[in-house]
C-alpha cells in the first residue's frame, strides 16, 4: 500500500521535472458543448419571468415587461457565467506526467455584484434584529452567516496532477480535440484524466511527445471518446 508520503514525493517531482510542452485550453469541461450550455441556461433564465409575465398578464412595454425582461436576462446570464461557466485550464507535459491549473471563466463583475449581495445582507440582517428583536436570529442569523461567507467571494485556481503508471493507455478519439490517459492495472495515485485542446494540430503535437517519452504506452485510437469502454480493462466478467 502506497503511504501518503510517497504520493507528495511524487507529486513535489511531479512539479519540479522539466516541462517538455505546455498548452491552455478555454472550453466547457466535456460534458456539454458551449451550444448546449446557453440552451440550458435560456431554459432555466427565462422559466420564472416567462411564468411571471402569464400569471400578471403583463402587456407589451409595460412597467411589468420591462421587470421580467430585465430578470430574465439576469437568469439567464447568472445561469451561463455562475453555475455553468467554462474552465481555463494550463496543462504541463512533464516525463512524469502531466500537471494542470483550472480555473471558472467567471467574470470579475460577477464576484463583485455578489459580494455586494452579501454585504447588503447583513444589512437588513442587523436591521431585522433591531426591529424585530432577539426572535429574528431564528432566519436571519442563517442568513448572515452565510452572508459573511460571501463576502470574501473571489475565483480560486485548482490544482491536478495525474502521473504516468508502470502501464498507460493513451485514448485517442480521432474526431474530437479531447485525449484520455488511463492504467491497465489500478494505482492510488491519480493516473486516470482527460485532457482538452482547442486544436486537433494541438492534440496531436502532444501525441507525438506522450509516445516519445513514453515508448511503452498502449496506443489506442477510437471513433468517439465512448469507445474507451470497449477495452478490456473497462471489461469484467
Not at 412595454?61 to 425582461?69: H, P, Y
Not at 490544482?159 to 502501464?167: A, L, N
Not at 484520455?180 to 486516470?192: A, G, H, L, V, W
Amino acid at each position: 500500500m502506497i503511504s501518503n508520503e510517497t504520493v507528495e514525493r511524487l507529486e513535489e517531482q511531479l512539479y519540479t521535472d522539466r516541462v517538455e510542452y505546455n498548452w491552455k485550453q478555454v472550453g466547457p469541461d466535456g460534458n456539454y458543448s458551449p451550444t448546449v450550455r446557453w440552451a440550458l441556461s435560456l431554459m432555466i433564465g427565462l422559466f420564472l419571468p416567462t411564468f411571471l409575465m402569464i400569471v400578471s398578464d403583463a402587456s407589451w412595454w409595460s412597467a411589468a415587461f420591462w421587470f421580467c425582461f430585465t430578470l430574465a436576462v439576469m437568469g439567464v446570464l447568472i445561469t451561463r457565467y455562475l453555475f455553468i461557466p467554462d474552465k481555463h485550464r494550463c496543462y504541463y507535459l512533464t516525463t512524469m506526467g502531466i500537471h494542470y491549473t483550472e480555473k471558472d471563466m467567471i467574470p470579475d463583475v460577477a464576484y463583485q455584484v455578489v459580494r455586494g449581495f452579501a454585504w447588503v445582507g447583513i444589512v437588513v440582517c442587523v436591521i431585522a434584529v433591531f426591529v424585530l428583536g432577539p426572535l429574528a436570529f431564528v432566519g436571519a442569523g442563517g442568513f448572515a452567516l452565510m452572508s459573511f461567507g460571501m463576502t470574501n467571494f473571489k475565483p480560486t485556481t485548482e490544482k491536478h496532477e495525474v502521473f504516468f503508471s508502470d502501464r498507460p493507455i493513451l485514448f485517442n478519439p480521432m474526431s474530437d480535440s479531447i485525449l484520455r490517459i488511463d492504467s491497465n492495472i489500478p494505482t492510488e495515485y491519480s493516473s486516470s484524466r482527460n485532457f482538452y485542446f482547442s486544436s486537433l494540430g494541438e492534440k496531436d503535437a502532444v501525441v507525438s511527445l506522450i509516445k516519445k517519452i513514453r515508448k511503452d504506452i498502449e496506443y489506442v485510437e477510437m471513433a468517439k471518446m465512448n469507445d474507451m469502454f470497449k477495452h478490456p480493462i473497462f471489461i469484467q466478467d
